[in-house]
């Protein structure tokens, strides 16, 4: 009960805390970014190890300048980010519509008009927390809106994120709720639309699937293809350019509006092709912190195997 109150006034004060920063001009928030770069590069070096080793391996035909180049632009970007999402704690929708630009919603709020739900997809690319605001490119208010996100470990910092994520009409779904929302929401009669960020490495139970993304055999999620066929929803990918400092365009690409018909598969690797066609077009503004390739194949072929399409530990012989 202590713990619960103590997390409760944390949460607030830092809520207040957040806001009264957040009210600040986004020129000021770009003044502390560019002092964070230096922290954050220059200085700390944070994951430099990773960003580097990432980059290596995904742009091998580029030589060590052209690399560091991309790696000084993702600092950048990345302080950037941490920035913009001070910001949102108080951005206004009329101002963050005009800073982040939806194209090609009419083909989705067609599909929604029809009755069937769909599910974006995105990566960690542009400012992904701004992406939020797709609610406010959509037409039908009765719909179900969602983001799919990974709960925090710190409860009150995952409450404080909720808090602001949610501003736009877009309603934070922890990964395990996914399917209970959608259930929801069809037992309402109302179709869903989701977003799922779906670029990052899956645990060793949830690999399924491996493709090859920039140069390497990748493990990747397979769930929103599942959910798709279940559900018969329609799939798009969302497109993501930065034109600007503080201005970002996302078009909704079509995949598929009959997921069913589509070989196994086939959406998921769609998916991860057109996300390293967005990468590769500007590599910067991708999240290269994240230490994507730590799990291989030979490692995953060692320990676990597929029984009954469930990925389950091998068992060992003495």
């Known amino acids: 009960m202590l713990r619960r109150w103590l997390n409760h006034i944390a949460f607030h ?6 806001q009264l920063l957040s009210l600040l001009p986004l020129r000021v928030h770009y003044v502390f970014s560019d002092l964070l770069y230096v922290l954050v590069g220059p200085v700390l070096h944070y994951r430099r190890r990773v960003i580097r080793r990432n980059l ?3 742009f091998p035909e580029l030589d060590e300048r052209e690399r560091r180049d991309i790696e000084r632009g993702f600092y950048h970007h990345f302080c950037d980010v941490v920035a913009e999402s001070v910001k949102l704690a108080t951005i206004s929708r009329k101002n963050i519509a005009r800073r982040m630009v939806f194209h090609g919603a009419e083909q989705v709020n067609e599909a929604v008009r029809q009755g069937q739900s769909v599910a974006l997809l995105l990566g960690h690319y542009g400012n992904w927390e701004w992406v939020t605001s797709l609610r406010l490119a959509m037409d039908d ?7 799919i996100y990974h709960p925090l470990e710190n409860p009150v ?7 602001v994520r949610n501003r736009m009409g877009s309603h934070s779904i922890a990964m395990r709720d996914t399917l209970r929302f959608i259930h929801q929401a069809n037992a309402q009669q109302r179709p869903s639309v989701i977003g799922y960020i779906s670029d990052q490495v899956p645990l060793w139970q949830n690999i399924h699937h491996w ?3 920039f140069n390497q055999e990748t493990p990747v999620f397979t769930g929103v293809e599942r959910i798709a066929r279940k559900y018969n929803q329609a799939v798009f990918y969302v497109d993501v350019r930065r034109v600007g400092r503080g201005h970002y365009e996302a078009e909704f690409q079509l995949i598929t509006r009959d997921p069913a018909a589509m070989p196994d598969h086939a959406i998921t690797d769609e998916y991860f092709r057109r996300l390293e066609a967005t990468i590769r077009r500007a590599p910067q503004y991708w999240l290269w912190s994240h230490n994507r390739w730590k799990r291989t194949r030979e490692e995953f072929d060692r320990n676990y195997e597929v029984v009954g ?10």
Do not use: I, M, S
């Open 211 to 213: 493709l090859t993304f």
């Open 309 to 318: 399409g469930r990925v389950v530990p091998r068992k060992r012989t003495e």
């Open 13 to 18: 004060l830092l809520h207040v805390l957040w």
């Open 141 to 147: 208010p009765d719909a179900a809106y969602g983001h």
């Open 157 to 163: 910092v995952d409450r404080l994120f909720l808090a």
């Open 56 to 58: 290596a391996a995904a």
